[in-house]
T-cell receptor
Framework: QQPVQSPQAVILREGEDAVINCSSS?????VHWYRQKHGEAPVFLMI???GGEQKGHDKISASFNEKKQQSSLYLTASQLSYSGTYFC????????????WGAGTKLIIKP | DADVTQTPRNRITKTGKRIMLECSQT?????MYWYRQDPGLGLRLIYY???????NKGEISDGYSVSRQAQAKFSLSLESAIPNQTALYFC?????????????FGPGTRLTVL
């Protein structure tokens, strides 16, 4: 039931791009993306709703393919501040608003 | 001041002890959640509450209980702590905006059970 995130970890140089994927075996209503820095609480990035459009947030954007139950988070021209662990939280169409979280993708940005 | 606070921030206890973790929020949100986070497993929902009279079990509620004392306060109790409850615990709040809502997390409580 837990969505699968890939890759588990990625190391980039500053300025490079990254894609983080989140896949579910269940039909989804929404996908939520959060970033957590070491020793801190997760922080909201964006929500993608079923039937919604691709969203963007500065140089971070995401898409949601309802048919494949997949979401992808795109980080372009990565900055040092993008380092952290990225989590997707998935909400099923038949859920009572519970989020089921992926195991996370650790992103390391080197100068 | 932080919108979501958790106390204590760190706790070391022994097997069999009863402990309580507390969460308070000033955001005025109706919904509150308790999660645990283990390395490599992400966040797992323990309990959630949509208002003071509404308490629901999450995916891993065994061994835990909760109390919603007020809209702003949501406590998590471990009746008899065991070592595999060693984890980082997060409280979160949300305010339903349409169908889906953003969750705001507290700073976390690191619990060690010896």
């Amino acid at each position: 039931q837990q969505p699968v995130q890939s890759p588990q970890a990625v190391i980039l140089r500053e300025g490079e791009d990254a894609v983080i994927n989140c896949s579910s075996s269940k039909a989804l209503y929404s996908v939520h993306w959060y970033r957590q820095k070491h020793g801190e609480a997760p922080v909201f990035l964006m929500i993608l709703l079923k039937g919604g459009e691709q969203k963007g947030h500065d140089k971070i954007s995401a898409s949601f393919n309802e048919k494949k139950q997949q979401s992808s988070l795109y980080l372009t021209a990565s900055q040092l501040s993008y380092s952290g662990t990225y989590f997707c939280g998935t909400e099923r169409g038949d859920s009572n608003y519970q989020l089921i979280w992926g195991a996370g993708t650790k992103l390391i940005i080197k100068p | 001041d932080a919108d979501v606070t958790q106390t204590p921030r760190n706790r070391i206890t022994k097997t069999g002890k009863r402990i309580m973790l507390e969460c308070s929020q000033t955001k005025g949100h109706d919904r509150m959640y308790w999660y645990r986070q283990d390395p490599g497993l992400g966040l797992r929902l323990i309990y959630y509450s949509f208002d003071v009279k509404d308490i629901n079990k999450g995916e891993i509620s065994d061994g835990y209980s909760v109390s919603r004392q007020a809209q702003a306060k949501f406590s998590l109790s471990l009746e008899s702590a065991i070592p595999n409850q060693t984890a980082l615990y997060f409280c979160a709040t949300s305010d339903l905006q349409g169908r889906s809502d953003t969750q705001y997390f507290g700073p976390g409580t690191r619990l060690t059970v010896l």
